[in-house]
């Protein structure tokens, strides 16, 4: 199996070669056999690479460690999960795993939109075809999985305990499932340029795969901070390094995409920019990928260098010519259909909420970057840290978070002074009442109180959607409460699937805000000591350490030292921090010992305990954090999910081909609009 | 005045403030990032660079570590190959410090030639997969079968 699956990789590589051929010869020559050829070529592709994969989990499934790859990421008295994971823990096999994923995505789309898209299915496949070539290849001649030792180890070096986390096994396949759906839009992108059919044909297909990669991206993301928080150990989940930041950007040119299509579905605006965001989301994709793979720049995360990055770098400069050209050459093609008329309307609000999104995506690139740039600039490598990304990002965030508020409820092309006020008064009052609130309880922080007063507006507006939404159905259908408002929900998913998204971006904003609260003591106890402290919420906890026990497990010795915790006097039980040495079959160590923080969760605070070290016998030396509102964090994360979800039910699809391009059509009356009838 | 003209002219202040915000953050906190060899050059050509925050990136010299047993102070040396330098940080080290791994310190160089470093990151060579060659040399697997001769 294993020797099948190293033979299908190459297979691959020929069949992905003669589909990108084919189909651009089909395109261009106007062919339809070739392209049909071509079309067949990517779904060979797709069944190779599941063979070469199939092959890769043979391998590491039977600890088989003559494979190199096998022998350095996994030791045999893993767990199977484990294992299975450790298919793309590493550099060659996650290149393959690209290449499975972006082959299923290929398949799928192009199987689905063949017939609607006649014209564009050659350009189309051929780009993504192009772009397995390019990942393909380099798997095989790089950074090959399959790789042979030259002798027989009697166990792998195992993987990082690090890695040996639930969150970190399902945040890369995540992430990766959402930087590779941003090729789909890409290659639909291309092949509309190409052709210039840049109507409304492409925008179908494209806002599907869009959503696919913003919802997995979020879950990526999200995932990716949990595992941060729960396993890494330094109480907190996000830390402005240049992969997280690789990973963001894509996300925020894909929603900042998904916002603008509106505009260009309802009024015809915006045609140049969102062609260029759904370009821009894909080379995020590939620049992340080879930020992360390269080196270029200095980051905690850095995997191995190696040649890969060259072959990313050039990647990433072919593609951008490529389109840079291919918009240059059609500008005349994207000319918009309609005019902006007032600055208070749907349209000013949403060409701002672009504005903000790409702008903060500008920023965060900056930062990233900003190593390589004064060094080019002057010699001089001059980074910078969570204080520029905070600087910059929370000004711009809370104009982004008000306009999450405004932006679905204002009227399209002008808002009268009567929609204003039936719209946003009580959520205003809202908002205020909110900010009043919390001056009375006596926090002083600017910051965090605009931003609940923000929370207050934008869930008041979301909120009085909802409740006019089945006040509505209730008087039109006689509905129950209940009833009314899974109706609402489903006959008008794309809506408000899209509040309950927003609902979690305000849940994520409170709990960023919580982080202004957050505090951390460094305590050393023996055994039967206690450390009393007052919570941001100032509530007396008392911590009494119970001492440092080890215990011996099969793949690892724990030290853990255990909290017994009182708040105002109440028992609430043991909180223990652990550090881990991991071993392998043979009992060698593997890797450093790691730290495994103890959290008990409320939805008003965390407390986050570290074994920072043990000094002797019994005294533990340790660092106790307060977390307030991190709860709402993985919350909002979940509402997110959700909301997207919902939106990208199939249903939502059919109601959009019958609104088609609406440029010409008068707005929908509002009360039919809101009964979702 | 045109709404298309409003928007412009707002959009030109949204990122005015943002570009402003930026550039007024990266003066402020942008530090430079060295290798041993190039702080070693800034000092000599400027000693007050000694009041400036840095970065320095280097690897941990294998056996310098020194851990504080009354609390959370480590002592160790970096070394980029030509110039080696005594660190001192307080806080908690990550899991992944230890010999020979490369070191990201943040902090300032004192008047004694010794960094103080309010920041500490460690790069693992072997967080994910270790240096292409030789990779699979430091196998504990390997490193058995060595032992025991059959490699």
Redesign the interface.
């Known amino acids: 199996m294993i020797l099948i699956g190293e033979l299908s990789l190459w297979v691959a590589l020929l069949m992905a070669v003669w589909s990108m051929t084919a189909s651009y010869a089909g395109g261009a020559l106007r062919r339809d056999d070739l392209t049909a050829s071509g079309v067949r070529g990517l779904y060979a592709t797709f069944v190779m690479v599941v063979l070469a994969s199939a092959g890769l989990w043979t391998a590491l499934l039977s600890r088989d ?1 003559s494979v ?1 790859y096998v ?3 996994i ?1 045999a008295n893993m767990p199977n999960f484990y294992i299975f994971t450790a298919f793309w ?3 060659a096999g996650s290149l393959l795993f690209w290449a499975l994923i972006l082959s299923m995505y290929g398949t799928i789309a192009i199987a689905t939109s063949r017939a609607r898209n006649r014209e564009l299915v050659p350009w189309a496949t051929g780009t993504l075809a192009a772009i397995l070539v390019f990942f393909i290849a380099t798997d095989c001649f790089k950074a090959n999985p399959f790789t042979r ?1 030259d ?7 195992g993987m ?1 305990p ?2 040996q986390n639930p969150g970190m096994a399902f945040h890369p396949p995540n992430l990766y499932l959402g930087y590779v759906a941003t090729a789909i839009p890409f290659a639909f992108a291309v092949a509309a340029l190409f052709t210039r059919r840049l109507d409304a044909e492409w925008l179908a297909v494209v806002r599907r795969w869009a959503l696919v990669s913003w919802f997995f991206l979020t879950i990526g993301i999200v995932l990716g901070m949990w595992w941060a928080y729960v396993e ?3 109480g907190g989940y996000w830390a402005w390094d240049p992969v997280e930041n690789s990973s963001f950007l894509p996300w925020l040119t894909t929603t900042a995409f998904l916002h603008s299509i509106m505009i260009q579905e309802k009024r015809g605006m915006l045609r140049k920019w969102n062609v260029v965001l759904v370009v821009v989301s894909f080379l995020l994709s590939i620049f992340g990928t080879f930020i992360t793979r390269s080196g270029v720049i ?9 040649p890969v990055g060259t072959w990313f770098g050039t990647f990433f400069f072919l593609a951008t010519g490529l389109t840079i050209y291919l918009v240059g050459t059609r500008l005349r093609d994207l000319e918009a259909r309609a ?5 208070v309307s749907r349209e ?1 609000a949403f ?2 909420n672009n ?2 999104l790409v ?1 903060i995506a ?2 965060v690139l ?2 990233t970057v ?2 390589i740039l ?1 060094e080019w600039w002057n010699g ?6 969570p ?2 990304f905070n ?2 990002n929370i ?2 965030g809370l ?1 982004l978070l008000a306009l999450t508020g405004v932006g679905p409820l204002i009227a399209w092309r002008r808002a009268s002074v009567d929609n204003l006020k039936r719209q946003f008064l009580t959520p205003a009052i809202l908002g205020l009442a909110v900010a009043a609130a919390l001056l009375v309880a006596g926090m002083r922080a600017l910051a965090p109180i605009v931003t609940y007063a923000l929370c207050g507006f934008v869930a008041g507006t979301i909120g009085q959607e909802f409740y006019k939404g089945v006040r509505a159905r209730q008087a039109i259908h006689n509905e129950s409460i209940f009833k009314g408002f899974i109706h609402l929900v489903g006959r008008n998913r794309r809506r408000y699937g899209g509040y309950i998204v927003h609902a979690g971006v305000i849940m994520l904003f409170a709990g960023f805000a919580g982080l202004a609260f957050k505090s951390e003591h ?1 305590i ?1 106890l023996s055994t039967g000591q206690a450390f009393e402290v007052r919570d941001p919420y100032g509530r007396q906890w008392r911590f009494v350490s119970q001492g440092v026990s080890t215990s011996q497990r099969p793949d690892r010795v724990v030290q853990a030292v255990g909290l017994e915790t009182f708040r105002d006097g109440k028992r609430l039980g043991l909180i223990a921090g652990e550090k881990r040495q991991y071993l ?1 079959s ?1 009992g ?8 495994e923080p103890g959290i008990r969760s409320s939805a008003k605070l965390d407390t986050y305990v ?1 074994l ?2 043990v ?1 002797s016998s019994d005294v533990a ?1 340790m ?1 106790i954090t307060f977390n307030p509102l991190v709860t709402w964090v993985w919350t909002g994360g979940y509402l997110m999910m959700i909301g997207g979800l919902i939106v990208m039910w199939p249903q939502a699809e059919r109601r959009r081909a019958q609104a088609g391009y609406a440029a010409v059509l008068p707005p929908r009356p509002e009360a039919a609009e809101l009964a979702g009838v | 005045m045109k709404p298309r003209t409003k928007f412009i002219i707002g959009g030109a202040l949204v990122l005015g403030v943002a570009g402003y915000l930026m550039a007024s953050s990266i003066k402020q906190t942008g530090v430079y990032y060295l290798t041993p060899t190039e702080l070693a050059a800034k000092m000599q050509a400027d000693p007050t660079f000694a009041n400036a925050g840095i970065k320095v990136g280097a690897r941990v010299v294998p056996g310098s570590i020194h851990r504080d047993p009354g609390g959370r102070e480590y002592a160790f040396q970096v070394t980029d190959g030509s110039k080696t330098f005594p660190v001192v940080y307080r806080g908690i080290a990550p899991d992944t410090f230890t010999d020979s791994v490369d070191v990201v310190v943040g902090g300032r160089m004192g008047t004694d030639g010794t960094f103080r470093a309010t920041e500490l990151l460690a790069k693992c060579a072997s967080r994910y997969e270790n240096a292409p060659e030789n990779k699979y040399k430091q196998t504990p697997g390997y490193k058995a079968a060595a032992g025991s001769g059959r490699a």
């Open positions: 460690f190199e022998a350095s990421h030791s823990s590493g550099q030792l002798f027989l180890p009697a166990d792998g070096r990082n690090q890695l890494l150990g330094w200095e980051s905690v995360h850095s995997f191995a260098q190696s005019e902006l008329e007032s600055m000013a060409l701002y504005l903000l702008g500008f920023a900056w930062g900003f190593p004064s001089n490598k001059i980074t910078v840290g204080p520029f600087a910059v000004p711009l104009l460094d050393t392998d043979q060698n160590e593997l890797f450093n010992p790691s730290t570290v920072a070290g000094r030396e660092r």
